[in-house]
């Protein structure tokens, strides 16, 4: 072959592993709304910052006659680009050859930009539209999987990970994402579940659609696996992009800093009343959250799942931070089970990665009951506790209004080692609500009353003296759990002043080989 014809032999091949599982496939996909491998990573990355890997690669299986059906890069797009110039690894798989199916190779290319991300420090994202394991690889693939799945596990805590559902992910393919630390799903054309429809109804009998099984509305609202709903790719990537510009790109780095213009001494007048005289109205903690961040800006992690507690991003004076907080706003912001998982996940992968925590606090109290007991709220509620007191990173928690109980402690509370812990002055911080307290201390003395209104005024009496001791955040002050009562409207600054303070704060942990937190 003459020079001239070798290149123009490679610049062919390229033009047809670009077509992937060919042209009829690529049509057959858009027509299901669906964009390409191809396309998804063009759409993800900075553009022309795309560098692909193993462009070449085929399949090497000769079952079932697949040695007759090959495909340039064999089901899935991998190498590495830039998000706002930060470079990331990623893997697209590629539906239109053989479903998106893993072979043996393709493994072998999604664990080698995954080395790569490691080696290198960067985020790895995978988009996911596969029909799994490759049905004519047979055991080669399932140790594909397990390849990957040994790389999701070391890589974890090291490097963010990110999983993209934009199609089918079943079987024990579902396992790569639920090792990654944020799954995205589409609101079209994705699911997720272990054992689809059909094996449901042969098993067990049960007749359910595949939406309703592992649809993105399950899992954002019922699992909790899915982190991210969204209505389409387009809006799924432009997520993704958003999030990633929270995170640092390793567990040695700090995320970049983003100076939105917004005064760190900005007063925001509206929080000096937003809390309601009456104990139990409730009112949106969301409000408070955009009140005092940058920009009014917060991306919300969860946000369909658990809705007692809220989890997300957002930014102080530019820098990245975690939030959590009660929500008083939905089961008046109770910690129960899956509130108490969402947030302990969400602290740990903060941690991690070098993020401060900012913690809201109102809490009445954990959600009573015996369907939160057989379902474990003890080990559950342990997990949020185990993760705050763990954490090293700078953790500023404000007390808003109620911090009750168990959960006070839990809610990142100064010795579980809050760095600065500060409180309005509507904080109620005690052991228990004042109606509750007084049912417990004067039981007895109360149905010794038999006069309805005597019994009334005695209650209400001691009420009121339990409030003018506990209902208030001055007690706690008095013992320097609470560093300070601040005014609502100036808490920005102040939460600002404070994580400027810890940005030196060195704490390790005792030496060990890993923790045992109540799983
Ligand atoms: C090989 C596959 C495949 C697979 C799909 N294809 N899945 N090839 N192995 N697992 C091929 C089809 O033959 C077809 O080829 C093309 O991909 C598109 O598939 P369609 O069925 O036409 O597409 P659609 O109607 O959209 O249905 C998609 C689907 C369905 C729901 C994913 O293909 C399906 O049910 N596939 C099998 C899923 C499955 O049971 N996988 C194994 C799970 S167990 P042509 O040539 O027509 O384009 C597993 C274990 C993992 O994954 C364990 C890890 C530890």
């Known amino acids: 072959m ?19 599982g060919g042209e009829k496939r690529i049509a057959s996909q858009h027509s299901k709304g669906k964009f390409t491998a191809r396309e998804r990573i063009h759409m993800l990355l900075d553009e022309g910052s795309f560098e692909e890997f193993d462009m070449f690669v085929t399949h090497r299986c000769n079952n079932f006659s697949l040695e007759k059906e090959k495909y340039l890069g064999d089901g899935v797009i991998t190498g590495h680009g830039t998000v706002d110039g930060r470079t990331i690894f990623v893997y697209a798989q590629d539906f239109t050859v053989f479903g998106g199916s893993l072979s043996e190779t393709m493994a072998l290319k999604i664990c ?20 799994g394991a490759r049905i004519q690889e047979g055991v080669t693939s399932l140790a594909g999987y ?10 974890s805590g090291v490097i963010p990970q990110i999983s993209a559902i934009f199609g089918p992910c079943a079987g024990g393919a579902v396992y790569s994402p639920a090792l990654t630390d944020f799954i995205l799903m589409t609101e079209q054309n994705s699911y997720m579940f272990v054992t689809g429809p059909k094996v449901v109804k042969s098993v067990t009998g049960e007749d359910i659609s595949t939406e309703d099984l592992g649809g993105a509305d399950v899992h954002a609202s019922k699992s909790g696996v899915s982190h991210f709903r969204v209505e389409d790719e387009q809006t799924g990537i432009e997520t993704i992009r958003e999030l990633i510009s929270y995170l640092p790109q390793n567990n040695l780095e700090e995320a970049p800093i983003e100076d939105g213009g917004d005064p760190i001494s900005r007063l925001e007048d509206a929080l000096n009343t937003i809390i309601p005289d009456n104990p139990n109205m409730p009112y949106d903690m969301k409000s408070v959250i955009s009140g005092i961040v940058d920009c009014n800006k917060f ?22 931070t975690g939030i959590i907080a009660n929500q008083p706003n ?32 109102d809490v009445p109290g954990f959600l009573p009951g015996s369907s939160q007991e057989y379902a474990g709220i003890i080990i559950h509620g342990a997990k949020l506790m185990f993760a705050f007191g763990e954490a090293t990173v700078p953790k500023v928690t404000v007390t808003i209004r109620k911090s009750y109980g168990g959960a006070h402690d839990v809610m990142s509370c100064k010795q579980l080692r809050g760095d600065f812990n500060y409180a309005w002055p509507t904080a109620e911080i005690a052991v228990m609500g004042a109606a509750g307290a007084i049912e417990v201390l004067e039981g007895r003395a109360i149905s010794a009353i038999k006069d309805p209104e005597e019994k009334a005024k005695f209650v209400n009496d001691k009420v009121a003296e339990y409030k003018d001791k506990f209902a208030n955040p001055y007690q706690a002050a008095s013992y320097g759990y609470i560093d300070d009562v601040i005014e609502p409207r100036n808490t920005r600054f102040r939460v600002i002043r404070a994580f400027q303070a810890l940005q030196t704060k060195k704490v390790v942990n005792p030496l060990k080989k890993h923790s045992n937190i109540p799983l």
Do not use: W
Request: net charge positive.
């Open 2 to 20: 003459e020079n001239q014809q070798k290149v123009q032999n490679l610049i062919d091949l390229r033009t047809q592993a670009k077509l992937g």
């Open 112 to 131: 080698k930009v995954m080395d790569m991300a490691m080696k290198m420090g960067c985020p790895v994202i995978g988009i996911n539209d596969s029909g």
């Open 146 to 155: 397990a390849e990957i799945f040994q790389r999701n596990i070391m890589a």
């Open 299 to 320: 991306l919300e992690i969860h946000k369909d799942y658990a809705r007692n507690i809220i989890v997300g991003f957002a930014r102080f004076n530019g820098v990245s």
């Open 330 to 361: 939905f089961l008046a912001g109770v910690l129960d089970c899956n509130a108490s998982r969402k947030a302990a996940r969400f602290v740990r992968f903060c941690d991690a990665f070098n993020i401060p925590i900012l913690t809201l606090v």
